[in-house]
């Protein structure tokens, strides 16, 4: 009798794995002894099965983490919208400015007319459309 057989056989497999049990033969496949023990080779198409294995969980644990990722952008967007809807604009009164456009503003000037009293000649200053 056959060892480390897989598949249908019938009888002693004296034909081998022909695929037709009627002539002492089956579809079947036949280890070699090397694949078995204690110190077996590994079978390889049971190699590349468990490695897909592995490869499909990982895709499948790298899936679940986009879904998670982009289910918390959902909520960040929504957030965002949120925020942005019930946020009030302050409108200030009609020839007001805001503090720190009336600093830029006059340290502006204030530069402006530095600048047009350091000029030394007439010609200098009407010429410099700052110092008009």
């Given at each position: ?8 056989v019938?009888a002693?497999?004296?034909a081998?794995?022909t ?15 090397a694949?078995f023990?204690?110190a077996?080779?590994p ?9 897909a294995a592995?490869?499909?969980?990982q895709?499948?644990?790298?899936q ?10 959902d ?9 942005i ?12 400015q ?7 503003a ?8 530095k600048?047009?009293?350091s000029k030394?000649?007439e ?5 410099n459309?700052?110092?008009?």
């Amino acid at each position: 009798m056959q060892t480390h057989v897989l598949g249908s056989v019938n009888a002693d497999l004296s034909a081998g794995c022909t695929g037709n049990a009627a002539g002492n033969g089956g579809r079947c496949l036949i280890y070699k002894e090397a694949y078995f023990g204690e110190a077996a080779q590994p079978i390889p198409w049971v190699q590349k099965l468990e490695a897909a294995a592995a490869a499909q969980e990982q895709a499948e644990a790298a899936q679940q983490q986009i879904e998670q990722i982009n289910d918390q952008l959902d909520i960040l967007n929504n957030t965002a919208a949120a925020h942005i809807v019930n946020t009030k604009q302050v409108d200030l009164p009609e020839g007001s400015q805001r503090p720190a456009d009336t600093q830029v503003a006059k340290t502006k000037q204030q530069e402006s007319e530095k600048e047009c009293n350091s000029k030394d000649k007439e010609p200098e200053c009407t010429a410099n459309p700052k110092c008009k």
